[in-house]
C-alpha cells in the first residue's frame, strides 16, 4: 500500500468482506481475511455468525494461532502490524441461482447486503464480494445509492493486456444500455484511469464492429455522437474520445478505457481469460515438443510469467463505478489469493482516492451541468 | 478439393469475385484469381473491366505469360489442368464508407451486386467478396433470395481454436436479432457444422453472460427456451442444445457451435484475431529473452505454426447461410493468399454440398412444419 495520510499500520477502517459469495466461499473467503490480517489489515467477514467461526476453527487447527482468537481483536506480533478480524452477522446468503434484484430485496439480511450496508454506513471504508455479480450490483446500488448525475452504474475491470491494461466498462452490471448511460461509463471510465493510473486525459473508445461512426445498432451510432459531443464539450479535460474500437483494437492499445454494454463487455472480458489460457496451454504443448532441457526451462518459465500477467483474476477484483461506496467485486471463481488481492485493493489509498475522486468529480460536472442548464 | 462427382479438371462451373472488394483489391483479388486458376479453378473477376484488364496487364509484365492472353479462354499445360479467367464488367464499386443497403440497392451494377447475381443465375457456382460485409450481405440477400423458412441470413465464421474449430453464428450480418433469429442460425450453424466438419449432431451453445437459463435480457431469455424446445420438437435430429455458454467457454471445445447476435460475434471473431496475434508477438519477445541457440529456433517455430493455425483468415472466408446460393465473405484485410483460399473454398464440393444440404434440409423443415402447422 502506498500511503500518504494511511498506511498499513494505521488503516482509515476495516474492509467489509461478503464471507459467503463466491464458488468456494466461506473457505476462500476466510483464509484470504486472515491473510490480509496478518498484514495489517481490518477485515469484517460478513455472514452466518456459526458458519464463519467453525471456518475460522478449521483455519486455526490447520496449525496456525489464529482462528477464534482472532476474531474482533487486534493482535501486534513483534514490528509486524496485523489488522483486526472480526463478525458480523448476516444470516442469509444470496445464490447463484437466485435472481439478484428479487433476491436482495427479500434477503434483507444477506451477507452481500449486508456487507455493503457497512460500506455505505461508513463503518467500513468499502465492500469486496466474490458472489453473484448482479447481487453484489444491486445490493450496492440499494445501500450505498448512485453518485450525482449517474443513472447506471458500471463495472471497470482492468485487462492486463501485454502491451498496456485496458479499462473495460461496463462488464457486467446492465445487459442492455442507452447511449446516455454508455456515456455515464466513459466519465467513469475516464476518471478511474486518471485515479488508478495516473493518466491526464485518458483515452476513451466505443466498442463496435466497424470503425465507421455509421457503424453498429441505432444505439452505437446515438452514442458515437453523444460521446463526441461530450468530449468536446462539458467532459473535455476528464476525457479524449477515440471514435469507434473493434475487437482486436482492445489488446493493441488503441485506447486506455473502451465503453461498451454489459453483456458485451462480460463477454469480452471472459473470452480474453478463456483464449489466453487456452493459447498458453496450447503453447506450452508446442514448446515441449520442439525444445529440451535448459531453454525449454526457459521457455516454460516465460510462459508461466505471461500466464500470471495475463490471469485477469490478478487485479483481484472489478469496482462497481457510480455508486456511493468502494464496492469491489470478485470473480465468482475467486480462491483465496484473489480475494486477499481485492481485501488488499479495497483498503488501499489508491482505491479511497479513486472512489472520491470520481464521487467529487461526478458532483461538481453535475452542479456545472445544472448551472448551465439554468442559464 | 476432394472430388467425388466434381474433380479440379472438370468443376461444376466458375466461381463470381467481387475484383473490387477488400482493402487490397483489385491488387489482391486479381492475383489471387491468377494463382487459383493455375490449379483448375475457374473464375470470374467482376468489376470495371479497364481497370481489371490493367491489372491483369501489370500481373503478367511480373515475368508471367498470363495476363490478357489468360482472359475468356481455357489453357491446358501439359497434364496441369488449368482454369480459365474472365472478366464480367461492373462499372461501379460500394466503398466501405457506402452505407450497405442503400448503397446496393442504388448502384444496380457495383462489382458485388454483379458477382451476387452471376451466383444466383447459375452462371457461377457461388460469389467471393472481400469487400464491405454489409454490401456483400445485402447484395446476396437481394440477388439471391432466402432458403425456405430463414428471416435472417447470418454469417458462419469457423474459428480454429487450438483444442477445436468453433462454427460462430452469427458474426456480422444481423447487429440486432430476436429469438426466432436465433433459432435459424443455430439451425444454419448445426447443418453447416454437419457438412463442413462431418458431425452427426452438433452441440450448439447459446452465447450468454451466465450458465444460468434466465441470465442475459430478454431475447436470451427467450433464445434459451426456444432453442431448447426445438432441439426436442422439429430439430431433434439438427442438433443438440447445450444451453448458454459463456466467453470463457468458446475456446475449450464446449459444443460445436456458438449462436450469438452479429454484433456480439463480431466482436468476439476479431477480439480473438487481436488477442492470439498480440499474445503470440508478446510470448515471442519473452522466449528470445528466456532461450538461445537451437532451442531458441524451434520454440520461435512452435509459436509461428501456433500463428498460422490460429490465424482465423487461414480459412479463407466465412458463408453466408440462409441465402439461395453460395455466398463466400473473405476478410476485408484479405490478401492475395485469403481470397486464393475463399476461392479454392467456393469452388470446392465441400461447399456445393454444404449449400445444397442447407437448402435441402430448410426446405423439408419448412415443408414438415407447414404440415404439423395445418393438422
Known amino acids: 500500500m502506498e500511503g500518504r495520510e494511511r498506511n498499513a499500520a494505521d488503516p482509515a477502517g476495516p474492509v467489509a ?37 467453525e471456518e475460522l476453527d478449521r483455519s486455526s487447527a490447520d496449525g ?38 428479487s433476491a436482495v430485496r427479500r434477503k434483507r439480511r444477506s451477507s452481500v447486503a449486508v456487507a455493503a450496508e457497512l460500506a455505505a454506513s461508513g463503518e467500513a471504508v468499502g465492500m469486496v464480494s466474490a458472489g453473484s455479480t448482479g447481487a453484489a450490483v444491486a445490493a450496492s446500488v440499494f445501500k450505498m445509492g448512485r453518485l450525482a448525475g449517474i443513472q447506471r452504474p458500471g463495472i471497470a475491470t482492468v485487462i492486463p493486456f501485454p502491451k498496456r491494461p485496458l479499462v473495460l466498462i461496463d462488464s457486467g452490471a446492465n445487459v442492455e444500455c442507452d447511449a446516455s448511460h454508455l456515456l455515464d461509463f466513459a466519465v467513469m471510465g475516464a476518471l ?12 476513451v473508445g466505443l466498442l463496435n464492429i466497424g470503425s465507421e461512426d455509421a457503424k453498429g445498432a441505432a444505439v452505437h451510432r446515438r452514442a458515437y455522437r453523444v460521446l463526441a459531443e461530450a ?28 465503453v461498451t454494454d454489459g453483456f458485451t463487455g462480460n463477454v469480452v472480458l471472459k473470452l480474453c481469460e478463456g483464449l489466453a489460457r487456452a493459447l498458453i496451454a496450447e503453447i506450452v504443448t508446442s514448446i ?26 490478478g487485479a483481484g477484483g472489478a469496482c462497481l463505478l457510480g455508486v456511493g461506496s468502494l464496492a469491489v467485486i470478485a470473480h465468482g471463481s475467486a480462491k483465496a489469493e484473489s480475494v486477499a488481492k481485492a481485501l488488499r485493493f479495497a483498503a488501499s489509498e489508491r482505491a479511497a482516492e479513486m472512489q472520491s475522486r470520481i464521487a467529487t468529480a461526478l458532483e461538481e460536472l453535475h452542479r456545472s451541468s445544472r448551472r448551465s442548464a439554468k442559464s
Chains 1, 2 share one sequence.
Open 17 to 53: 468482506l461478503d464471507a459467503m459469495g463466491g464458488d468456494y466461499a466461506p473457505q476462500a473467503t476466510v483464509a484470504a481475511a486472515i491473510e490480509v490480517a496478518e498484514s495489517g489489515i481490518d477485515v469484517i467477514l460478513v455472514g452466518p455468525e456459526e458458519i464463519l467461526l
Open 64 to 101: 496456525s494461532r489464529r482462528g477464534r482468537d482472532g476474531v474482533a481483536s487486534r493482535h501486534v506480533r513483534g514490528n509486524k502490524p496485523q489488522g483486526s478480524l472480526s463478525i458480523v452477522h448476516a444470516p442469509e446468503v444470496v445464490s447463484m441461482g437466485d435472481d439478484p434484484l
Open 192 to 203: 478511474y484511469s486518471s485515479a488508478v493510473f495516473g493518466l491526464e486525459k485518458p483515452r
Open 231 to 258: 468530449a468536446k464539450g462539458p467532459f473535455a479535460d476528464t476525457f479524449e474520445f477515440f471514435g469507434n474500437v473493434e475487437g482486436h483494437d482492445l489488446p493493441e492499445a488503441t485506447v486506455d478505457v473502451a
Open 288 to 313: 515441449t515438443r520442439h525444445t529440451e532441457g535448459e531453454s525449454q526451462r526457459g521457455a516454460i518459465q516465460a510462459l508461466l510469467d505471461l500466464r500470471s500477467s495475463v490471469n485477469a483474476d
